[in-house]
């Protein structure tokens, strides 16, 4: 391993989280989420190791869905902003992209273009949401206008998402189910509600199609929650190594703006990785990193290319020596949380200076890719 950080994938372990949500829903079928560059993880590299274990993909934008085709990705794909004028629609049709339809402007479009290749259209139903989607009161309206739309492939089929699944006591998810459901029972179309918390959280509201996101990448959708309790696999483990190890008199600021001052003499090491790297910047003193498996804590600032550590429990660190900053044995949902955000978005946000290199954890080899 060389000196810079990097990002190990195990695709073992996507594979597993899949199978998990096979498990937990076993009559939907799988719309697997990888907008954002597969939750960071990497789109072509995840979307290649799912092949054909999943039955549709998701995005969230148009390019996202026509850079898988240009790959050579043959599943349906859905774009789940939609399209927003006739030269995006027409980008979809000739990729047969799957739209998202969740306002008045996009059936209209639909019903101008009429398209040569039709495409499947998924109505977004807002019930509460409050983000996209069309109204209920006008839901029975746009369904009708869709299903005899030449250019809407077969039945539209409806779907809402979930604002609070990711609070397990929150009753606004059974009273979102509650609506879709009062709406979409009248009608004869497919459905889909589920993300990630309602799957785990909520098996009545599984419907003909769950879309996992969070969950396949081996992370808990819940508050406070930890991916092993769901018998969920991290997949992403970001790590570095000591990169120095220096010695410090009691009452030594450490770090930018010597928020941090030495309690006795110590030794303090520097890790090569910061928020240039996408590690968070507001990671408090005292978050937990793994020196050669044995947890510690930063002290300091985050800088841009290094953290240092506390080694007054670890004599016997070394330059070189390996530095998880979360993975299988320290949850990235820990780490959220000690910097005051969501495990989502510290995925998203590991840059593209950090090396990405893929393992299957049932041989335990690594390859950079
Ligand atoms: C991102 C997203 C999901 C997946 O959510 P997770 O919480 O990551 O499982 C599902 N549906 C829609 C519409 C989304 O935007």
Redesign the pocket.
């Known amino acids: 391993m060389d000196s810079a950080p990097r990002a190990v994938i195990d695709l073992t372990a996507l594979r597993h989280n899949l199978q998990r949500v096979r498990t937990l829903a076993p009559n939907s079928r799988v719309l697997a ?1 990888v ?1 954002a560059n597969a ?1 960071g993880h990497g789109l072509f590299r995840v979307v290649t190791a799912l092949g054909d274990a999943v039955d549709a993909l ?1 995005v ?1 934008r148009l390019g996202e869905g026509v850079s898988l085709r240009r790959a050579g990705i043959a599943c349906p794909i859905v774009v ?1 902003e939609g399209c927003a004028n006739q030269q995006e629609l027409n980008l979809a049709a000739a990729n047969q992209l799957e739209m ?1 339809v969740h306002n008045l402007e996009q059936i209209k479009l639909l019903q101008q273009q009429k398209l040569r290749n039709p495409v499947v259209c998924w109505l ?1 139903i807002d019930t509460g949401m409050h983000r996209l989607g069309l109204p209920l009161n006008s839901v029975l309206t746009a369904y009708q206008a869709l299903a005899s739309c030449g250019s809407v492939l077969g039945k539209p089929r409806l ?1 809402t ?1 979930f604002a609070n ?2 609070d397990l006591a929150d009753p606004a998810t059974k009273k979102q189910w509650q609506l879709f459901q009062g709406i979409t029972s009248v009608l004869d179309a497919e459905t889909s509600c589920a ?3 309602a ?1 785990l959280g909520w098996p009545e509201t599984h419907a003909d199609w769950v ?6 990448y081996g992370i808990s ?1 819940f508050m406070g929650g930890r991916a092993e309790a769901y018998d969920l696999h991290p997949v992403m483990s970001l790590q570095s190594q000591l990169m120095a190890i220096n010695h410090y008199k009691k009452g030594d600021a450490i770090g930018y703006s010597g928020s941090w001052i030495c309690p006795e003499n110590m030794a303090v090491g520097v890790v090569s990785i910061g928020y240039g790297d996408g590690y968070p910047r507001h990671a408090a003193s005292g978050t937990s990193v793994l020196l050669n498996g044995q947890r510690i804590p930063l002290v300091g600032r985050v800088s841009m290319d290094m953290i240092s550590l506390d080694l007054r429990t670890c004599p016997e660190a070394r330059v070189g020596d390996l530095v998880t900053l979360w993975g299988a044995d320290l949850p990235v949902e820990e780490i959220a949380e000690a910097a005051n955000t969501i495990p ?1 978005q510290l995925l998203c946000s590991v840059t593209a200076r950090v090396d990405f290199v893929e393992e299957h954890s049932e041989n335990g080899q690594t390859e950079s890719r």
């Open positions: 989420v907008k939750y998701a969230a789940l998202v977004k779907m998402h699944a990711d993300n990630s918390g799957i879309r996992p996101g969070i969950m396949l959708p989502y």
